[in-house]
């Protein structure tokens, strides 16, 4: 089945500046790929998604890259503010599965400091 | 509207206990998933109903037993519980099976 590996597993940058997160994964066959917010006591929230037939996507201060041939996909964060503080999770839905199942990175907690 | 709602949001039980965990959603969406989240990990998923029929269970122990009475609605019934099935408790729906998927809030589960 599909492996996904998450990085860095905490981030701490100030006010104002870029956060990068980067995830690479196993299946080469995996088309689909959400990013995750999950605030302390909450359920996580899709905050973007890209399809293996886009290179990038951006939503704002939010943008995911995917490169299919390394198999790798980040998410970058702009101008990060204390309300970006939170955990995200990147995943991957594989196609060896009869239904192609979300594989979950491990989670980077992500601190911004005013 | 992307909105999943849990009930309750906090619930602690013994282990001789028989509760309940509540997921609604009016997204019309067909697929509607059980998650367990420990702390500090990534969900971790349980079931999977599609079409109000239970499509995937992920070997999950019989003292979960995940039940879907409408399009709309998911229960998750709990029996006999040890301590360590404490956790985040999480329903999420999708438009349909592998679409993608939104959550809800959670119910926090402690075992006593």
């Known amino acids: 089945g599909e492996n996904v590996e998450q990085h860095p597993s905490t981030l701490s940058v100030q006010e104002g500046d870029s956060a990068v997160i980067k995830c690479t994964y196993s299946d080469s066959a995996s088309n689909y790929f959400p990013w995750y917010k999950q605030e302390l006591g909450k359920g996580p929230q899709l905050i973007i998604d890209?399809?293996?037939?886009?290179g990038e996507k951006k939503d704002q201060r939010i943008a995911v890259t995917l490169n299919k041939t390394a198999k790798h996909f980040s998410l970058h964060i702009t101008e990060t503010q204390p309300e970006d503080s939170a955990v995200y999770f990147c995943a991957a839905r594989g196609t060896t599965d009869s239904w192609g199942k979300l594989q979950f990175g491990a989670g980077t907690q992500v601190v911004v400091t005013p | 509207d992307t909105e999943v709602t849990q009930t309750p949001k906090h619930l602690v039980m013994g282990m001789t206990n028989k509760k309940s965990l509540k997921c609604e959603q009016h997204?019309?969406?067909?697929?509607m998933y059980w998650y367990k989240q420990k702390a500090k990990k990534p969900p971790e998923l349980m079931f999977v109903y599609s079409y109000e029929k239970l499509s995937i269970n992920e070997s999950v122990p019989s003292r979960f037993s995940p039940e879907c009475p409408n399009s709309s609605l998911l229960n998750l019934h709990l029996h006999a519980l040890q301590p360590e099935d404490s956790a985040l408790y999480l329903c999420?729906?999708?438009?349909?099976?592998?679409?993608?998927?939104?959550f809800g809030p959670g119910t926090r589960l402690t075992v006593t």
């Open positions: 999420a729906s999708s438009p349909t099976q592998g679409g993608e998927q939104y």
């Open positions: 997204m019309g969406h067909r697929a």
């Open positions: 890209i399809r293996s037939n886009v």
